[in-house]
């Protein structure tokens, strides 16, 4: 995971593991990747920030087919549309070559007064889907610059091996 631009900190990866998890990436998620279709899942989880406190996951299936990871980005699109966890802002499209590379971000407000957020990325090339999400405190979305293209964008490239299909 690229650095968030004005983050001033890096990723730190806290572990790899076929499949889902224990837990969907996204609290937007409806069902796991494997019942839109995915013939392989992996997930790797990540931490930034000083204390640790932004928590993040990029998740990554294959599909047997252009035609059904296509099917199932879209699916898992109108789930963050439709996301009742908070509110949803997006889609924010990032220009790519081929394929599909967005992010939502959804906010809610807590009974304190507070917030917190999720972030997510979803990119498709190919038979593959890349899905990026963090959670963060905050009720605002501040970044100098779009924080999800740098990790779309590196999804995107790394997806390249499931173009064809």
Not at 41 to 62: K, L, T
């Amino acid at each position: 995971m690229p650095k968030v631009n004005d983050s001033g900190t890096s990723w730190t990866s806290t572990g790899t593991e076929d499949g889902e998890g224990a837990s969907p990436a996204s609290v937007c998620q409806a069902s796991d990747l494997r019942s839109l279709g995915a013939v392989a899942v992996a997930r790797r989880n990540f931490v930034w920030g000083s204390d640790a406190q932004v928590a993040g996951a990029s998740v990554v299936a294959v599909f047997g087919s252009t035609k059904e990871a296509r099917a199932a980005s879209r699916t898992y699109a109108t789930w963050l549309s439709d996301c009742a966890w908070g509110s949803p802002h997006g889609p924010n499209d990032i220009s790519v070559s081929s394929g599909v590379a967005r992010w939502w971000w959804i906010g809610r407000e807590l009974s304190d007064g507070s917030g917190e957020m999720e972030i997510v990325g979803l990119v498709r090339r190919g038979r593959a889907v890349s899905v990026i999400v963090w959670h963060q405190a905050g009720q605002d979305l501040n970044y100098e610059s779009d924080p999800m293209e740098p990790a779309l964008r590196a999804a995107w490239n790394r997806l390249s091996d499931y173009t064809t299909g």
